[in-house]
């Protein structure tokens, strides 16, 4: 956290975890925990069409809680294909090469994240706003062939219950993605709240 020189060091919030395990010690959530009691199939397409909110005289999309973004995608067949052969916690380097795109078979190096499964039984890597393309990072959900939906992504940020998105889907992307996580944010809130 930055501070101005004349006033005294803010310093950081403690360490907090969101879980208990087994043996009783706090430790980070995971997905699998983040996801729990969410349906495996997107079950809310119909609600996104259904909704909408005037404001300053422009109609737009929603509003929508949290649970209300399980969306899902239409994916072209070979992109079905690619999910289907990435195993839990794999990635681009685990697909046959006739499933490659030409610049992933040239390019065997770089980032382990594209089209990467997110890891059920580690934490969540950082959403941001493409989250829902699977190219563009370790998105696609540990165990189902399709991309996290906007709700996981919510869900993976904090989003409480209570907080109503606004927007097209891109556009509520975006407002997930660009977010700091909800539980950052307050720790960092309390932490200055303490100190000043």
Partial sequence: MGHHN??????FPGATHSATGEDGKKRHSTVSEWFAGVPALPDRDSVFSARSVEHHGKVFPGEFAPRELHWSRSYQDLSLKRFASIPPGGNRFDLPDELKA??????TSGSG???GRLHADR??????TEFFKPEKGRY????ENRAITHYE?????GFPDNHR???SKTAIARQIGNAVPIPLG?????QLERQF
């Fill in 140 to 143: 696609l959900h540990p165990t």
């Fill in 113 to 115: 994240d594209v089209m």
């Fill in 153 to 157: 992504a919510a869900l993976l940020q």
């Fill in 165 to 167: 998105f606004v927007g």
């Fill in 186 to 190: 307050k720790a960092i809130a309390q």
């Fill in 102 to 107: 030409p610049c992933w078979r040239k390019h």
């Fill in 123 to 128: 934490p969540s890597v950082t959403i941001r």
């Fill in 6 to 11: 004349d006033l005294r060091i803010p310093g």
